[in-house]
């Protein structure tokens, strides 16, 4: 049976986020930019031999609207904070964004987030190990694409699908081995979104 995923793509304008999303779902890639689109796309992909109907929802210029972001915080199971390697700005307003989504899921042991690091085709001015290093310290898996060559697009969204099972599989099973303390099921404590 097809497991149903909602994913959110956060990060500051035109680091790719919608790129990444029509590269995903319709396998094609466009120039131009039109910061104030705002959507959402569904796709049906098989990763790790399992279907999965996934809802994409992709957000707009409303950097600053946090009601809107809220929403779709909400809405949102798996996130992509996407950044541009171009763009040293949008790299430091990652951290930003990771708190404002981990804060929206307050109750939650643990949030699939995965960094994204795109434009990779084009000259970098923010390196992998800085990438590495801030994905480590939010406690995030860390992935870098084109959206215009497509280099680890598929990866990017499967790595969330995948984070997504796994903290599911989690959350189903509080008290089993792998858990060290059993009590803490009903710990409401912060925790980080996934532990390296
Ligand atoms: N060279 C290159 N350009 C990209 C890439 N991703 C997006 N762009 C371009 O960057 C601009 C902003 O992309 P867009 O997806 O609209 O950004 P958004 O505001 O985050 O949704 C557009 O002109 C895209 O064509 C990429 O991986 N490589
Ligand atoms: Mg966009």
Redesign the pocket.
């Known amino acids: 049976m097809a497991e149903s995923i909602s994913i959110g793509?956060f990060?500051?304008?035109?680091?790719?986020?919608?790129?990444?999303t029509?590269q995903y779902v319709s396998n094609t890639?466009?120039?131009?930019?039109?910061?104030t689109?705002e959507d959402y796309f569904e796709t049906s992909k098989n990763i790790d031999n399992k279907v999965s109907k996934m809802t994409i929802y992709?957000t707009?210029?409303q950097e600053l609207a946090y009601t809107l972001l809220n929403d779709t915080i909400k809405d949102s199971e798996g996130f992509l904070i996407?950044y541009?390697v171009t763009d040293p700005e949008s790299y430091e307003k990652v951290k930003g964004i990771h708190s404002k989504i981990k804060s929206s899921k307050e109750g939650l042991k643990e949030v699939p987030i995965v960094l994204v690091a795109?434009?990779?085709?084009?000259t970098r001015m923010v390196s992998t190990e800085q990438g590495q290093s801030l994905a480590k310290e939010l406690g995030c898996k860390y992935m870098e694409?084109?959206?215009?060559?497509r280099v680890n697009v598929e990866q990017a969204f499967a790595e969330v699908v995948k984070e997504v099972r796994r903290i599911r599989i989690a959350a189903a099973a509080p008290s089993s081995p792998s858990s060290p303390n059993p009590s803490s099921p009903s710990s409401k404590g912060k925790k980080s979104c996934k532990q390296q």
């Open positions: 793509m990060g500051p304008v035109a680091v790719g986020k919608t790129s990444l029509v890639f466009s120039e131009m930019h039109d910061p689109l992709d707009g210029g996407v541009s795109n434009k990779i085709d084009i694409t084109s959206a215009k060559t």
